[in-house]
């Protein structure tokens, strides 16, 4: 069975850093666009971050500059590196793998990352 494990998540105050893991089983992530996507309460699931199996990547406009996606193939891992953290932040972040070359996706439970004093 696939599994996709967040793990980073937390409390932190407004300025603060975090990053964020992924860590994959029974795929491997090299053949895979990998992303991060958050949801709010009482709000939709939005994308946050994007970054392909060649290492291009794409941010939503209200992390650019803040947050940086990153990925180790080898250790079959994807990573969110969030500063200058905001209370607007604050959501259950999710991982979302998709395969290059079928319809294959799949997300993963979700860490909580709270913002605030």
């Known amino acids: 069975q696939v599994q996709l494990v967040e793990s980073g998540g937390g409390l932190v105050q407004p300025g603060g850093s975090l990053r964020l893991s992924c860590a994959a089983s029974?795929?491997?992530?090299?053949?895979?666009?990998m992303g991060w996507y958050r949801q709010a309460p009482e709000k939709g699931r939005e994308l946050v971050a994007t970054?392909?199996?060649?290492?291009?990547?794409n941010y939503a406009d209200s992390v650019k500059g803040r947050f940086t996606i990153s990925r180790e193939n080898a250790k079959n891992t994807v990573y969110l590196q969030m500063n200058s953290l905001k209370p607007e932040d604050t959501a259950v972040y999710y991982c979302d793998a998709r395969a290059t070359r079928s319809t294959d996706n799949y997300w993963g439970r979700g860490t909580q990352v709270t913002v605030s004093s």
């Open positions: 970054i392909t199996s060649d290492g291009n990547t």
């Open positions: 029974r795929i491997r992530i090299t053949f895979y666009n």
